[in-house]
């Protein structure tokens, strides 16, 4: 017997019909012998339609009750998924986040959970129901409802899994799995059957929305088993496994283009260099758990610094409000911003052992005509922040270069 | 320092625009100095369009999930008045019904409120805060959330209010209080601007959908005072208060005229008499709890009785599955029901005293060419149980016969 946590994005719940279709799914595990624990977000376009409701009222919603108006989809999807299982004659029953004992720090909009309480979960299990559990929250204190960061049903999904120690984690989703190139951008991408959790998670932090980074890390961190999905088809899908489970021919090479246009860059221009300069500047946005990226500091004329960094487009606003009086105080020139970056990177877990990629990268680039504002690197990745204008061609050419335009292990 | 807990039901939220002019209200109240816990029903429709997303999935969903489904709903309006309020500079915090103390007996779709326990409302009140508390619903066994009878908000509204012993508690809703009879069938009809808890009671039990029976008679066990007020208007309202607070020449009189087309009645015929029969039909009614009323019993030809009672429209199909089995096995003849009947009743709490008044309505439904096909009183009610189509006419006449067309005290 296996015991397998099913996790279902929006897009796979987005109307009665494909509720009905993920149900008789789940109905086809458990007639195989499975014992099942199902993840749910909320149907279609519910979440941006409660945003936009909040947005109406007010520019700024306090974030405390926004996750009381946002943990209202996963509730009702959730809801209507284990009536649906019913009416196929399984017993199931929905739960909030903080019924199936997820436990967070508590912070409002960006809980991490903390520990999962798996009692009830197990309770239900037992009794040979189908717990539904509302992903994407979880309890804060004072027993209020928190909500994960936006789009992270995959992490209650995987901490879920995790908590139950379940065989497996299926994450199904709207796409086939994980390919070597976003298909709307490159049209010969591929599907990969196997990717290396590093990968997978320098994937999702570059803008392959296919799964949470924070699911990633946790999966990774417990060794989990996961696989992506489509809900739409019966193809199996991407799995994410450890490294040691990917040949070593395989290993040494690109194994995949990210792109991002989600960039926006900011640079806090001619301040004098001194140590604890770039502390200043970055500690307030830390403290908002704003993510930066790319940080390049030089020195231009004058013994003056210029400090550049990016932060997704969406927190560009917050960031400026935060920088500019740190600026004023450490008697900066100014802050500039821009939007029109994006990010294109090459991924594999043998990249750094591998001479000459760098190099390649860059004059395939170079030789497209394509300008590099600035470059960032991992152990397992090559960043260039590029105009966002060059960004698909960019990722087609590098797809090419790499090797990846032909089906592969 | 007065502290009242104020309730506004889903027409009064059924837009953006509707819950901007209610949190103004509030913020009103604010500034007068008052303390408030505000208590919230889902906006508009939602509720029935919940009600309408499951009946799609499946004839009759299980009732816990019915409950976690339909629950969302006051949750999504408390958030957003919570919202309006914050935007207008009042700190507000929307609470789940679980959150702000509420237990119930877990039943679930039709749970009774066992107990508040009121630290958290007190705490958010002395904190400065609007707790704003999603009605309709409480905390069940298990963890479960609960929803109260359809159209409860009122009870949690009353309950929170004892609960805090609060000073008053105002209901608002979309009419401007309790009128002498539904002024969309007599024109005439006459806002009360007091009404004894008892009447209020007889009124609500009627199909005088106000103001839920159940909060009624909570109130009046506390000798909680109680208006009904528009929240579309800044008029007084209707007062529910102790018969004490009543004058005497206004208490010897009819005092409003109720009518109620929710109504079907069943009868088991031709059954033998014997100890136990009445038990035996409506015991397994009780057990499901389904209000019965007007119950006939009369004797027909052979010994054999005829067993009559009404229920209301909604309640007719299960109160036939559950009948039918028992009148089988008590060898009856058969079992009919109609829907074809409504009730039209006169309430006051002075009518047992009065002498004549069952005569007078008699009379004047007689002289109308009206037919009672039954009757049943209470201490302050007679009620006729008249064909369908005579209830509007029977209501305008007995408004007429007992002087209610004018404007009285």
Chains 1, 2 share one sequence.
Do not use: W
């Not at 040979?128 to 979880?138: E, H, I, K, M, Y």
């Not at 860059?362 to 504002?373: H, K, M």
């Amino acid at each position: 017997m296996t015991l397998i946590v099913q996790k279902f994005g929006g897009s796979s719940l987005a109307t009665r019909e494909r509720i009905r279709a993920v149900a008789d799914r789940i109905h086809d595990s458990l007639s195989a012998g499975d014992k099942l624990a199902v993840v749910v977000s909320a149907m279609g376009d519910t979440t941006d339609d409660l945003t936009e409701a909040a947005g109406r009222i007010s520019a700024r919603p306090p974030e405390r009750e926004m996750d009381v108006l946002l943990s209202t989809g996963e509730l009702v999807s959730a809801a209507l998924m284990s009536m649906t299982l019913n009416e196929l004659g399984r017993d199931a029953v929905a739960l909030s986040g903080p019924q199936a004992g997820i436990r967070t720090d508590g912070r409002f909009g960006r809980a991490r959970i903390t520990e999962i309480i798996p009692a009830r979960l197990l309770q239900e299990i037992e009794a040979g129901r189908v717990p539904v559990v509302a992903g994407f929250q979880g309890l804060g204190l004072d027993g209020d409802l928190v909500t994960l960061a936006r789009g992270t049903s995959d992490t209650s999904a995987v901490a879920v899994a995790v908590a139950l120690a379940a065989d497996k984690c299926e994450i199904y989703t709207d796409v086939e799995g994980i390919f070597t190139a976003d298909p709307r951008i490159v049209s010969c991408a591929q599907k990969l059957d196997l990717i290396v959790y590093e990968e997978m998670l320098e994937m999702a932090k570059l803008g392959a929305r296919v799964m949470h980074p924070r699911a990633v890390e946790i999966a990774e961190h417990f060794s989990l088993p996961v696989m992506v999905r489509s809900s739409f088809s019966d193809n199996a899908g991407t799995e994410i496994v450890d490294e040691s489970a990917i040949q070593i021919e395989t290993m040494q090479r690109v194994r995949a283009i990210a792109h991002d246009m989600d960039v926006a860059r900011v640079t806090v221009r001619g301040v004098s260099d001194r140590p604890g300069l770039a502390n200043a500047v970055f500690e307030p946005l830390a403290t908002r758990h704003i993510n930066i990226d790319v940080i390049v500091q030089n020195v231009s004329d004058g013994g003056k610094t210029d400090i550049s960094f990016t932060v997704s487009e969406n927190d560009l606003d917050t960031t400026l409000d935060l920088v500019r009086p740190v600026a004023a105080e450490i008697g900066a020139h100014d802050v500039v911003s821009s939007a029109q970056l994006g990010k294109v990177s090459i991924v594999g877990v043998g990249i750094q052992s591998t001479p000459g990629i760098a190099a390649r990268m860059f004059g395939s680039l170079a030789s497209a005509g394509i300008n590099i504002v600035s470059i960032t690197t991992s152990e397992i990745r090559i960043t260039c922040l590029v105009d966002k204008n060059d960004v698909a061609q960019a990722a087609v050419v590098l797809h090419t270069e790499f090797g990846l335009d032909e089906p592969t292990k």
